[in-house]
Structures are given as structure tokens and as C-alpha cells.
């Protein structure tokens, strides 16, 4: 992973099949570990860098920003598994994101209005600072 993003970073010729296998890693860890990922994330300039230079594979690199809306949260039971998983999501402007908090934040609550700054990988959004 630290592979992939010094080459992206350095502006080195990534294919995008790459790209891509590096955001499904990435958003994975997001899921597990959120603070491994802000290990692993593209710093802000880096990410936009490779997100022009790369443009057909820009979907797949994190984009910095704010975002602000209301808070979903979701319990997903697997009964055939004896498990269960707490989605959070925030609703912003129509679009729906699944967010991953830094350590020690307190969970947030259904309904509940937040603005946050963070990295966004798709659909998912880790989460610096509320």
C-alpha cells in the first residue's frame, strides 16, 4: 500500500486496475481500523495531484473536503452468523456516505446533525475532524 502511494505521489505511471485494488484496500481498512487508514490516506495535495494526473482512475483516490447533514445509523443482525455490525451514514445534500470516526469519538445518534471535514474514497468517508 505504501508502494502504491509513494508512486502516486510522485506522480510515477500507475495503472488503474491499481488504482482501483488500492481504494478496495484502503476501504476496507477504513471499515476495521480508522486509524490505520489516516496511516495510509494520500495527503491532501498528494491526493489531488494524482486525482488530476490520474482522471480516469479519479474516482479511486480520496478527495479532501467538508461535508455537513444528518446522521442514519443502521444495525445490521446476521443471524446465521451470531453477529451484528452498526452502520453510520451521513446524508449530505442528497448523497448518502458511510462514515468511519477517528478514535475516541463518542458514536452519534440517529437524526442527529453534524458537519465534519475528512477523506472520502467513494462512499466512504473517514472522518478528521467533526
Same mark, same amino acid.
Given at each position: 500500500m505504501r508502494a502504491w502511494n509513494e508512486q502516486?505521489?510522485?506522480?510515477?505511471? #500507475?495503472? !488503474?486496475?491499481?488504482?482501483?485494488?488500492?481504494?478496495? #484496500?484502503?476501504?476496507?481498512?477504513m471499515e476495521t481500523d480508522a486509524a490505520a487508514a489516516w496511516e495510509l490516506v494520500l495527503p491532501e495535495d498528494a491526493a489531488q495531484r494524482a486525482?488530476?494526473?490520474?482522471?480516469?482512475a479519479a474516482a479511486f483516490i480520496e478527495d479532501y473536503?467538508?461535508?455537513?447533514?444528518?446522521?442514519?445509523?443502521? #444495525?445490521?443482525?446476521?443471524?446465521?452468523?451470531?453477529?451484528s455490525r452498526t452502520r453510520t451514514l451521513l446524508?449530505?445534500?442528497?448523497?448518502?456516505?458511510?462514515?468511519?470516526?477517528?478514535?475516541?469519538?463518542?458514536p452519534w445518534l440517529a437524526g442527529q446533525r453534524v458537519a465534519v471535514r475528512g477523506a472520502r474514497l467513494g462512499r466512504r468517508l473517514? #472522518? !478528521?475532524?467533526v
Open positions: 502516486l505521489s510522485a506522480g510515477a505511471p #500507475v495503472r !488503474a486496475d491499481i488504482v482501483e485494488m488500492r481504494a478496495e #484496500v484502503l476501504g476496507k481498512l486525482r488530476q494526473r490520474f482522471a480516469a473536503g467538508a461535508w455537513q447533514g444528518s446522521i442514519t445509523v443502521l #444495525v445490521e443482525d446476521h443471524f446465521d452468523t451470531h453477529t446524508d449530505a445534500g442528497g448523497e448518502q456516505m458511510e462514515v468511519f470516526l477517528p478514535p475516541g469519538q463518542p473517514l #472522518v !478528521a475532524a
